[in-house]
């Protein structure tokens, strides 16, 4: 295949394909996989990663009060890149803030979980939604020379941050992890489910982070800066594999898994949401339409589709206040399933 | 021109064309600017950001105790983004911590200048280089229930961050603006560069900023989400006009105006450096290699290129300290410059 543009004609042409719809034979899925993880650059410190969470889990696998051991989530959160030069100075980005990961993790806390929190750099963090972008500048002031002190108006806000997240991190109950591009993201994310396999339906995979849908194969990327000027240029990106068939099939078989499906067209929304879980075999699937997500998703099931809506007569009135109850619930359907 | 793939191939294409080098004439050029802002989608605000750089402006243009007026330098920093969709998922994005440009700012307020930060949102600020990526986590810890306090390591540099930033802002020789897209940036260059006209070349612009080279005009773009699946897509990206020429030209004839050149190759870069201060007529152009870049830069005039090294031996060791000083001693040659 090749396409061509005319040298004086000053234009980039993405051109999308994708031929979907059609099922991946799994064949072709595993070659896919493999040349993702072939071609991505090695992770930076995995074996201090897996050593991390080998603690966190144990730590948080003993049977507490009720005799039962702690559920575990892992909260993926913000969106993935895809560098186009090695040398990074341009990539395609997904947009996702993070807020729906962060949210959540406060929410998942206050119900019991353990939270593996795997986050964008850069994106929300637990605890400091109501924070504004510049925490440290907006938040405090100067009282003389060398003295410094909470604006009032954020003085609650910012001791709630610092004390709840401290409180959640050294008590063992919070593992913070960062990426940022697709390679991080996949490399991370199969790290953390395989060392989750031994708590096996105790564990949940709550998958909120925007990952991309397209990369460039390190080894075909080029190293230096596209150059702007000068010559014709093209870069190819291909589809990155659908990973949530490799997470339930392969790396967490067990674990109760919860993808989303975020759409800014509300009329393809719950169609695609219903099809991502027959495709990945979910448990559910959150469909959220850009414009309303902050005010309702809907839990889409195999049995059933439950719209999620935020109470705005209480004070913690986020829609993940009442969905991750509902996931929670059902989470404890599924490990207390008899088949099992 | 029509490029398509075979329906089979899982592929975008990103094919750069540029056939640049060749001078784009000055009715292309202006033809290609009034396409650019036409496409752009309004930007929020405007009459109250005039309003600000007004007020800015005046404040710092009143003789101070050496008898002569303030000089005014505008910084910008931080990658620009290139939205795909109206309701934007995904975007092409420049990859910059924004480190050259708050550190730049802390040296021009230091040298005497009121500062404009034309900063992308997220990336770094004034007087928090040293700190941690989250520094309210990071750098406050519970001391019980319901109070906090700075960690002992952090201490110094959080007051210094919240004293100096506060000093700067409030005593109105800081003016910080912030953007993300491209549109933003351009549109918001323009304003400031149009309000500082009545200054002359007692202005300076320092544009650090890593701007895109490629558009999606607005009213091209799809609305929606553009789906991974289904059908083939293209996208259309045309070069942003080189708006240099236009600040040089048309917005701030008799400002001093400084670029940066950036590459990760070494051995087109003071080629690139010295073309672009021909073609764009720019005083100065900063060139600086990815890999060296807070080691070393090069500042290419028509006069000379100077090579400019950090001092490791002094506390304020960044290399932004000797490139402010030079800069600022070339811009009071230039404001006295008696053809002026």
């Known amino acids: 295949m090749v396409a061509r543009l005319t040298p004086d004609q000053k234009e980039i042409l993405i051109l999308m394909d994708a031929a979907k719809g059609l099922e991946v034979p799994s064949e072709t ?3 896919e996989v493999k040349a993702f993880f072939d071609s991505a650059p090695p992770l930076q410190n995995s074996d201090g990663i897996t050593q991390q969470l080998d603690q966190f889990i144990q730590r948080n696998s003993s049977p507490s009060a009720n005799g039962k051991a702690r559920r575990i989530v892992c909260v993926t959160s913000g969106g993935t890149t895809a560098p186009l030069e090695q040398r990074c100075v341009r990539y395609v980005d997904n947009f996702s803030s993070g807020h729906r990961g962060a949210t959540s993790t406060e929410y998942f806390l206050k119900a019991g979980y ?10 929300f963090q637990p605890f400091c939604r109501s924070l504004p972008d510049d925490p440290l500048l907006e938040c405090f002031k100067p009282i003389d020379e060398s003295n410094i002190q909470v604006c009032e108006a954020y003085s609650e806000a910012v001791k709630r941050a610092v004390v709840d997240h401290h409180t959640a991190v050294t008590g063992g109950l919070l593992l913070k992890l960062h990426f940022n591009t697709i390679f991080e993201y996949l490399q991370m994310l199969q790290i953390i489910a ?16 925007a990952a991309s849908d397209y990369y460039v194969p390190w080894k075909e990327m080029v190293e230096h800066k596209i150059q702007s000027g000068s010559h014709l240029l093209d870069v190819k990106l291909v589809n990155v594999p659908k990973m949530l068939s490799v997470l339930r099939k392969d790396w967490a078989p067990l674990a109760f898994c919860i993808s989303f499906k975020l759409e800014t067209d509300a009329n393809i929304l719950l169609k695609k949401a219903d099809a991502a879980l027959e495709k990945y075999k979910m448990d559910a699937v959150v469909a959220n339409e850009l414009s309303s997500r902050k005010e309702q998703v809907v839990v889409v099931t195999s049995a059933e589709k439950v719209l999620v809506m935020r109470d705005k007569s209480r004070s913690d009135n986020d829609v993940e206040n009442p969905l991750i109850k509902l996931l929670s619930d059902k989470h404890g359907t599924y490990i207390e399933r008899p088949s099992r």
């Open 29 to 31: 899925l595993e070659a």
């Open 114 to 123: 353990a939270v593996i929190f795997l986050y964008r750099k850069g994106s």
């Open 194 to 209: 395989v060392s989750m396999r031994c708590i096996g339906p105790r564990a949940m995979f709550y998958l909120a982070a």
